[in-house]
T-cell receptor
Framework: KNQVEQSPQSLIILEGKNCTLQ??????????LRWYKQDTGRGPVSLTI?????NTKSNGRYTATLDADTKQSSLHITASQLSDSASYIC????????????FGKGTLLTVNP | GAVVSQHPSWVICKSGTSVKIECRSL??????MFWYRQFPKQSLMLMAT?????????EQGVEKDKFLINHASLTLSTLTVTSAHPEDSSFYIC????????????FGPGTRLTVL
């Protein structure tokens, strides 16, 4: 069964600190992996996308890594800001089957001043 | 570019009534649109996939007679929750793809439905 597991479920950090969110998946066949940011009461917004051959991808203060062998990904947030408070969702795309997406439950990040 | 809008952003209705939610791709033509439902602290769950001009494909466990989906044009899809009940209260999110060769979905801002 295709699954995406994220950890931790929630995380509280102080403004300016760094943090790393984890994602493990069992999706096969793998097409790509995305990290989304979802503010409360809003739709998800794409942060990064990585295919099988990509190990790392950055978008400003967000850096995602992918280890396709161990089927793990991480999202590192540098110098966190209050506006980073949101849910971060790991989404894996299944090759074929009309590219169906498998969503993780997300990590709820709270950045406190 | 690739903006998807939803209307309304929130709606409160009485049990037994029907509610229609619109999803529009504002600056691109969407060959495929998706409807998701998200309960608090849960991940997005795909309800159905709709291609313009054809019947929607519903995921297992989703009642097609309760959740009516119409994708009449390349920029508009609607989800109608018929005879809504309190358990239908949820956050409904649509997404759209530009063509079948990509898996990139652009998400709308969501619609919060509360059924009293």
């Amino acid at each position: 069964k295709n699954q995406v597991e994220q950890s931790p479920q929630s995380l509280i950090i102080l403004e300016g600190k760094n943090c790393t969110l984890q994602c493990n998946y069992t999706v096969s066949p793998f097409s790509n992996l995305r990290w989304y940011k979802q503010d409360t009461g809003r739709g998800p917004v794409s942060l990064t996308i990585m295919t099988f051959s990509e190990n790392t991808k950055s978008n400003g203060r967000y850096t995602a890594t992918l280890d396709a062998d161990t089927k793990q990904s991480s999202l590192h947030i540098t110098a966190s800001q209050l506006s980073d408070s949101a849910s971060y969702i790991c989404v894996v795309s299944v090759k074929g089957s009309n590219y169906k997406l498998t969503f993780g439950k997300g990590t709820l990040l709270t950045v406190n001043p | 570019g690739a903006v998807v809008s939803q209307h309304p952003s929130w709606v409160i209705c009485k049990s037994g009534t029907s509610v229609k939610i619109e999803c529009r791709s504002l600056d691109f033509q969407a060959t495929t649109m998706f409807w998701y439902r998200q309960f608090p602290k849960q991940s997005l769950m795909l309800m159905a996939t709709s291609n313009e001009g054809s019947k929607a494909t519903y995921e297992q466990g989703v009642e097609k007679d309760k959740f009516l989906i119409n994708h009449a044009s390349l920029t508009l899809s609607t989800l109608t929750v018929t005879s809504a009940h309190p358990e239908d209260s949820s956050f409904y999110i649509c997404s759209a793809k530009t063509d079948t060769s990509t898996d990139t979905q652009y998400f709308g801002p969501g619609t919060r439905l509360t059924v009293l």
